[in-house]
């Protein structure tokens, strides 16, 4: 009702995405749900999580990118339930994608999805990108916030070093990295290969229990010659000197940075 009611003072009538992030408020937490977006065949663990990635990628697209050739290389370290290969996949029918996904329930989302709406040529690895190859003790939510961090339903996940993945390129159009805590660590690691990217996403989070890190990460794009901008996402301390509302992250921001 109050959505209706903004809209309506606004003079804007709902979008498909309002609608469909109305209906994901109303349906359960972490539960199966199958739905049907423009055509696209969607199947999910969180009908909640995956309407705002539907509303990041295909509302607000802002992850998308030029590119002067029709096949980029596209690497996607924490693919979810692949709304954004279907985006990526919307924009460059050719590009060549590698997709990490370490949670067992989601990356089966995220092959049934593909499958689905017939993309059969993306490199799918039930991996988490890390600093070395020898698994991690990996906390699954039943979302899109599953982390090494995580101290409940912990699972040990086989790993892949990101610096060697990368270093098999001769160049990256566009490396995206949302892997709930481990950035820092993971591009402080592949630093050296940060030099092949052209475009990088990275969502920074700053756990209340951990060091917070922020100027270690953004030196790294300052070494590597990128620019940056920045969107501060998720909770915000309205009075932060005066109270510090209770949550897990005090800090969760998206990064877009272009290497000049």
């Not at 972490?30 to 295909?58: N, W």
């Not at 290389?73 to 997709?99: H, T």
């Amino acid at each position: 009702m109050i959505k209706k009611t903004i809209n309506f003072l606004l003079g804007r009538r709902p979008t498909d995405i309002d609608s469909l992030i109305t209906k994901s408020l109303d349906f359960p937490r972490y539960t199966p749900h199958q739905f049907v977006f423009r055509g696209l065949k969607i199947s999910t663990e969180d009908f909640i999580s995956v309407a705002y990635q539907i509303k990041e990628f295909f509302g607000d697209k802002r992850m998308d990118f030029y590119s002067e050739r029709p096949d980029p290389i596209i690497i996607d370290c924490g693919a979810n339930v692949g709304i954004s290969i279907l985006r990526f996949k919307s924009l460059f029918p050719k590009a060549k994608i590698s997709a990490f996904e370490p949670d067992k329930n989601i990356f089966k989302c995220l092959e049934a999805n593909l499958k689905a709406n017939n993309v059969t040529d993306v490199n799918l690895i039930q991996k988490a990108v890390w600093t070395n190859n020898d698994g991690v003790d990996f906390g699954s939510e039943g979302a899109d916030g599953g982390s090494i961090f995580f101290s409940e339903n912990i699972n040990k996940v086989p790993t892949i070093r990101l610096k060697d993945f990368l270093s098999s390129f001769d160049q990256i159009d566009f490396l995206k990295i949302d892997i709930e805590g481990a950035e820092t660590d993971v591009l402080i690691d592949c630093k050296e290969e940060l030099k092949k990217v052209k475009y990088l996403f990275v969502e920074y989070h700053s756990f209340v229990d951990r060091p917070q890190n922020l100027d270690k990460l953004l030196n790294v794009l300052k070494e590597n010659l990128f620019r940056y901008y920045i969107h501060s996402i998720g909770h915000i301390h309205e009075q932060p000197f005066m109270k510090q509302e209770k949550g897990i992250m005090d800090i969760q921001l998206d990064i877009h940075a272009i290497r000049q």
